[in-house]
């Protein structure tokens, strides 16, 4: 391994002018790793004729200390302890010369905890992802995984109800929930909007879903949404004696207006309330704290986040955004389903699904985890599995997914032949004898389509459901795929 | 008598299924004997779906491994309390879960008056909802 070039203090170091980042101090390949350090991985496209040293060095400074030249003001600080130091750099298996695409590293990069402030995913995020993707010396950069210290993690809130509680306050256990997104997403007014809710729920689903862009439009204004929605699911919940909720998608243009509804919502007695991924990282946080005062789950719906996590070689992973909204604390968020319309590669999900869930994360790069996680008891946060999924994927959701997700069969319920009530009953009687077959010891992936044709001949529903989506799946390839090497080993 | 599809509550795993079989009881408590789960029976006559504390029958079972001896509880229950709402129960002490990982319904009233609900206008639209459980309207030990 290469041994450091980093021109340690002193008068050469601090001379006027500019001298390579490396030499700077931000390239450290025998730097001791403390425990209390932020880690970062970055999969690098360096320009031609960048080295790989030097470009993982120029993301370090330029996401911590650095700028473009020597600056003898450094000298008045503790310079050294600030500066991000790039450890590592591995050439990403199958890029480079001989293969179709051009070289590519992973680059470690690790940051000491006094470079951020406390309960802010905006500081945090300001540093490691604010300034780096747009420099020259790339030209891609995406951001991989990261491994956020037990210190840092205990400044975080964390989930505001997590998944535990939530299976506690809504008397639902040993399965994933159901939901459904009311169709079609815009232009239904609120009382046909409320029909929608009432016969999904009363037909046996847990809870129905705004959509993300389901806001106050002139439809359908938020005040008629609430109040004809929470009709439906109270009605709905003395239909069959169980708990229903229905997310409020409380999304606005500022945090103010985002609190008011938030606040009718509960006058109301939701249970639970929704906001989108694009409201920002500051008001996530702010809308976690709200919802953990006054004992709302909080969902999060993802909107936004393919513009900068599908494409493998720049912007960041979806692991990433994981890690930081169980950090801001919400209690659900989309996150795949492996088998439906949207991106996704089962072990990345899985990856996803493990992140949110765990209370400690080992090393594992065929899932795209490349650094160990203690979660520091955060609560977890749930995931929810949405788009183009049915009750005939039931073995192979639950295979992929496990039992702490939560389903969502919006076009999967609402357009069952028979109605929003009969898609409702096929998804919760696909769910349940799933459940019961494979407590019993059945090999759902393989006996799964008989074990429903089985059910079907006594739940007409579902045998009508079966029918209808016999045929449809989604079989793309994914753009997204772990890269590792496999001699990797976890002492990273 | 409830409009839902079963006509029934639909509280726990497997309220969609037909009613479960002492077999199919007994591979559910197996299941949760592997997982290192304690079962424990609860009844209560007030379904409602807010009425977090049954009655316990007992104990959570966290020494007895034998699925039979859980079984003959099960029945224990059923034969004292035949016309009353039963469930398995299981419970985790696993860090990060210490909850409830299972529940369902082994037992139920013949005829299942369910739930009315009862809306108060507030201001404005205002409105506040209570769930009643018409079973409540008789006392205690009177309901089914």
Known sequence: MAKSETMKEGKERYKSGVIPYKKMGYWEPDYKIKDTDVLAMFRMTPQAGVEPEECAAAVAGESSTATWTVVWTDRLTACEMYRAKAYRVDLVPNTGPGTKTEAQYFAYIAYDIDLFEGNSIANLTASIIGNVFGMKAVKALRLEDMRIPVAYLKTFQGPATGVIVERERMDKFGRPLLGATTKPKLGLSGRNYGRVVYEALKGGLDFMKDDENINSQSFMHWRDRFLYCMDAVNKASAATGEVKGHYMNVTAGTVEEMIARAEFAKELGSIIIMIDLVIGYSAIQSMAIWARKNDMILHLHRAGNSTYSRQKNHGMSFRVICKWMRMAGVDHIHAGTVVGKLEGDPLMIRGYYDTLLDTHTPVQLEKGIFFEQDWASLNKCMPVASGGIHAGQMHQLLTYLGDDVVLQFGGGTIGHPDGIQAGAVANRTALEVMIQARNEGRDIWNEGPKILQEAAKWCAPLKAGLETWKDVSFNYESTDSPDFVPTTTASA | ?144
């Open chain 2, 1 to 144: 008598m409830m409009t839902n599809l079963g006509n029934r509550v639909t509280q726990g795993q497997f309220s969609f299924l037909p009613d479960l079989t002492d077999a199919q009881i007994t591979a559910q408590i197996k299941y949760a004997l592997s997982k290192g789960w304690a079962s424990s029976v609860e009844y209560t006559d007030d379904p409602h779906p807010r009425n977090t504390y049954w009655e316990m029958f007992g104990n959570p079972m966290f020494d007895l491994k034998d699925p039979a001896g859980i079984l003959m509880e099960v029945n224990n229950c059923r034969k004292t309390f035949p016309n009353h709402y039963i469930r398995v129960i299981a419970f985790s002490s696993v860090r990060g879960v210490e909850s409830v990982t299972m529940s369902y319904i082994v037992n139920r009233p013949k005829k299942e008056p369910g739930f009315g609900l009862v809306r108060q206008e507030g201001e404005g639209r205002m409105i506040r909802y209570t769930i009643h459980s018409y079973a409540t309207d008789k006392p205690e030990g009177e309901r089914y």
